[in-house]
């Protein structure tokens, strides 16, 4: 293809990314750089009968005006990504200079807003993304192994967590398991404790987000496991039951290493969707127990009339970078394949 | 074919059969027990007392005198003109499905055709922003938006979501036209075709298998889509998901709950009967990527 023909043909694509998608996070780095404007004060004397006092007021025009005048904000430098609210190192130091224990330091870090976000998202991510794996592949096996007519409902029936949109998923979820729903009061009814319930218990909230987190994901490992199952070559299969494998044995030396490639196409998806978890957070309402990255993005946005670009530019930032850097591996073995393709 | 050995209940067998059962009540259950609930009265959809009155309708029976109720959906079709998020939802949906699709054939079969360099630069790039939070995205636009007056209207929405939506489009599109043999648009060529009339003539017929495949996945992020409809519509342009949300936010009335409930019972009935109808494109729609690499 000549290039000026596939310039035409890449035009329209690659203009929508570069305008809404590369341009936004230079955006996004630039808003990063400002910081709101301060309210202008404006000083007078007030004189009474007993003496003069200075009293300060906010002049709320000429700040309007400010803010019209230079929608930005003032220029702050790499400030905002090192202040409390997002790197903190200085917190940071100090923590480590005061605390007796790694334990002690290690709440201090926490109690960090930026840092609590990123504990919980990794955390969300590193346990759900194993699960999935392991428990799509045991499902994938069992459904391989279902009468024919059975396999197309099943499948049928796993699509439906993985469809339906993640914030009326879980509500679903929520409903069921709230203080009042069919499982949270059966729970707290089983251990004749009423004040077990979600909205009370950091760990509980963190736990249910992930089942939800594995309930919805898990279709998506299943099925492109089971796809995969269907491409296990018989010969090898055979002679690993004519060798005497048991089939747990042949599972575990044929069947796995077959799936080996599609493993690693999964966690690359899994982790890339579970890194945004966010609607889980705002129908569960788990704002006060669980945070992710982009909560806090769209906590700082929806600060009331008066959005926190800066803040929330800076996270934004910080959580592509994050992103990439685990995205690294897989972008090198691409690269790798390509190269080795093309020579 | 089963041979005896295969088709013997083995413990491990039935351990698997076991969880793949439990599985699929799992799953399925929450739909039930949600689509059951949206006919009843909060007090027994919600009831602390005893869960039992959710199946028997005791609170329903005792407050409208009939074991199912339709208020819920009354409240929130009627009264909170859940129908009107429907039609924006059914607007955004539908063009960020064409637009998406139309840019996404152009430049998934440019690159599945080309050998430079850059082509497959611009899929790595794409891989890239195919992970970026869509958040993070957003919070790039906010500020413009708001500078430009395009803020709150559905046709800033469709085009965000026709961008946010080209990264997958064109990797899925990409690998499907891989599979479609080069010699044919090629043979077009030397018969005197330029690369477009080839591509129109040749590839369009066939690729419609692809294009719906795709098409589905657009369909699917742009309907369930959260994260920027709720950013970038202004109330009176509120799509169906932000809707419930605001929904959940308002509504802690007793009673109005049910409007919630019936709310998303309805948002999830039209992806049911996608998965009823589109079953099998789904799945393979899923597998492409990772069965082609």
């Avoid at chain 2, 699929?24 to 006919?39: D, E, H, K």
């Amino acid at each position: 293809m000549k290039h000026r023909t596939f310039f035409w043909f890449v035009l329209p694509t690659l203009s929508a990314m570069i305008l809404f998608i590369a341009l936004p996070i230079v955006s996004v780095f630039i808003q990063s750089l400002f910081v709101e404007h301060e309210q202008v004060l404006v000083v007078s004397e007030s004189c009474g009968p007993f003496g003069c006092n200075p009293t300060t007021t906010v002049d709320i025009e000429a700040t309007e005006k400010l803010r019209e005048e230079q929608p930005l904000g003032r220029f702050n430098g790499l400030g905002t990504y090192f202040d409390r609210s997002h790197l903190a190192l200085a917190d940071i130091g100090e923590a480590w200079a005061t605390s007796e224990s790694l334990g002690e330091f290690w709440s201090k870090v926490y109690n960090l807003p930026f840092y609590n976000a990123l504990t919980f998202t990794l955390a969300y991510t590193f346990i759900v993304t194993p699960l999935v794996l392991v428990l799509g592949l045991a499902i994938a096996v069992g459904v391989n192994n279902l009468p024919r007519a059975l396999k197309g409902l099943a499948i049928f029936i796993s699509l439906l967590p993985f469809l339906v949109t993640p914030l009326v998923g879980s509500l679903i979820l929520f409903w069921m398991v709230d203080g009042d729903g069919v499982i949270g009061a059966t729970i707290q009814r089983l251990f004749n404790d009423p004040t077990l319930s979600l909205k009370a218990s950091t760990p509980l909230m963190w736990i249910m987000l992930m089942v939800y987190g594995v309930w919805h994901t898990l279709p998506f490992s299943f099925i492109t496991f089971y796809a995969g199952l269907q491409t296990v070559p018989e010969d090898t299969m055979e002679a690993a039951q004519i060798d005497g494998a048991s089939k747990w044995q042949s599972m575990i030396h044929v069947v796995v290493p077959h799936l080996m490639p599609l493993v690693s196409f999964v966690t690359l998806m899994m982790i890339m969707d579970n890194l945004r978890v966010f609607e889980p957070i705002v129908s569960f309402k788990a704002e006060a127990h669980a945070r992710s990255l982009s909560w806090i993005i769209f906590n700082d946005l929806r600060e009331s009339g008066n959005p926190l670009y800066a803040s929330a530019g800076a996270t934004s930032l910080i959580t592509i970078i994050i992103v990439v850097i685990l995205m690294m591996p897989v972008l090198v073995r691409t690269w790798r394949d390509f190269t080795r393709k093309s020579h | 074919m089963a041979t005896k050995a295969q088709s013997r209940m083995t413990p491990l067998k039935l351990f698997s059969f076991g969880f793949v059962a439990l599985w699929l009540i799992i799953a399925a259950f929450p739909f039930f027990w949600t689509f059951w609930g949206s006919f009843k009265v909060q007090a027994d959809f919600l009831s602390k007392a005893d869960w039992m009155n959710a199946l028997r309708g005791t609170n329903t029976i005792e407050q409208t005198g009939s074991a199912f109720t339709g208020a819920g959906y009354y409240g929130a079709w009627i009264e909170e003109d859940f129908w009107f998020n429907f039609k924006n939802t059914g607007i955004v949906v539908f063009f960020t499905v064409v637009i998406s699709l139309t840019f996404g054939t152009l430049g998934g079969y440019a690159l599945a055709r080309s050998g430079f360099r850059y082509a497959f630069w611009i899929l790595m790039a794409a891989l890239v922003f195919r992970a970026m939070p869509h958040i993070t995205l957003v919070s790039g636009y906010l500020l413009w938006f708001f500078e430009w007056n395009v803020w709150g209207i559905l046709p800033t929405t469709i085009i965000v979501l026709v961008a946010i939506n080209q990264p997958f489009t064109l990797w899925m599109l990409h690998s499907f036209f891989k599979n479609i043999p080069k010699d044919m648009d090629e043979s077009a060529m030397v018969d005197g075709c330029t690369r477009f009339q080839a591509f129109r003539h040749v590839i369009v017929p066939v690729m419609w298998p692809g294009v719906i495949t795709t098409g589905l996945f657009s369909f699917l992020l742009a309907y369930n889509d959260f994260t920027v409809a709720v950013m970038l519509l202004s109330e009176e342009n509120e799509t169906i998901i932000p809707a419930i949300n605001s929904f959940m936010g308002t509504t802690q009335v007793e009673g109005k709950v049910m409007y919630a409930v019936a709310a998303v019972v309805s948002a999830t009935a039209p992806l049911f009967v996608l998965i009823l109808f589109f079953q099998r494109q789904i799945v393979s729609g899923l597998t492409a990527g990772a069965v082609k690499g």
